[in-house]
């Protein structure tokens, strides 16, 4: 089942905050939106763009698999129709976001794979598919070939956890520091390496009531130990971050080229977009596995 989030009332709903090397990405609903005071400091994408979510036929989320669980039966066929996305990887579930003025592509190549459903008022209400085309062909003629970016991994180990909503109070200080005040400067990388030693990087998301945070381990020291929640295995990830240069918003098949390899080889990752960059995080011990499989993907976009 594939659903996407509208008719939003009151408050805000679906808000994210990323720190990247470069800057911050928010991303936030239209009542959050209305909230934020004008800046000239301030953004903002040309586009709107609707939140979706790939749920199980229970209805419950589809939790911890990241985005290589749905790479074959959503992923991939966006960018086989020429659909840009974006994408959120959370403790809980993955969110992929689609400009609106694409939903009836994205209704169009889905439908036959997925019962798709609108939220309104906190209910999923059915979406009628008309069976014809609705003007876009059944079959899409092959693109302009995609751009093979480069990657890199940083050396940090990150933690992907949660927090129980009530205790949130508790660590919004902490939080806060963390976000805008504790800096400090990456570590440059060896002599002759292009990868960097270690990036800043923390995400924070606040979706429907659910809160995930994604902090290497060192920054996770900060936090009191009991009241971040993490899977029983603690397992840890490393990062690997697509781009040399800010990748824009209008390339399509950028999230494809690395959900499709490491879902081949039946590698996990969860997937951070974000304003000029996108990150993937992938199991720490497979991370030499990871870099072999997208090296040799790159390889073959690039002969």
Not at 166 to 193: M, N, R
Not at 200 to 228: C, H, R
């Amino acid at each position: 089942m594939l659903s996407w989030l509208s008719d939003v009332p009151d408050r805000c709903k679906f808000f994210s905050l990323t720190e990247t090397p470069e800057d911050y990405t928010l991303m936030v609903d239209e009542e959050g939106f209305k909230e934020l005071p004008p800046s000239e400091f301030l953004q903002v994408a040309d586009a709107t763009w609707l939140v979706m979510n790939v749920s199980s036929h229970s209805g419950g989320a589809v939790q911890a698999a990241g985005v290589t669980k749905i790479a074959r039966s959503v992923i991939t066929p966006l960018a086989e129709h020429h659909v840009s996305v974006l994408m959120l990887s959370t403790y809980q579930t993955d969110f992929i976001l689609v400009r609106e003025q694409d939903l009836s592509v994205v209704i169009h190549t889905l439908a036959q794979e997925f019962n798709i459903y609108r939220e309104v008022g906190g209910e999923p209400v059915p979406v009628a598919r008309d069976d014809s085309s609705n003007g876009f062909p059944r079959t899409q003629h092959a693109g302009p070939s995609p751009t093979v970016h480069p990657i890199q991994s940083p050396k940090n180990r990150f933690c992907v956890l949660t927090v129980d909503p009530e205790t949130l109070p508790a660590i919004a200080t902490t939080l806060i520091d963390v976000l805008f005040y504790s800096h400090s400067a990456p570590k440059e990388a060896a002599s002759g390496s292009p990868e960097p030693s270690s990036i800043p990087f923390f995400a924070f998301s606040l979706i429907e009531g659910y809160i995930s945070i994604v902090m290497d381990a060192e920054t996770q020291k900060k936090f009191p130990s009991n009241l971040l929640l993490t899977s029983s295995s603690g397992e840890l990830w490393r990062m690997v971050r697509i781009g040399g240069q800010p990748l824009g918003f209008d390339e399509c098949g950028i999230v494809a080229q690395i959900a499709g390899p490491l879902a081949a080889a039946d590698i996990s990752a969860y997937y951070i977009s974000t304003f000029n960059f996108d990150h993937a995080l992938v199991p720490e011990d497979g991370i030499s596995s990871v870099i072999t499989v997208l090296q040799r993907r790159q390889e073959g976009l690039g002969s």
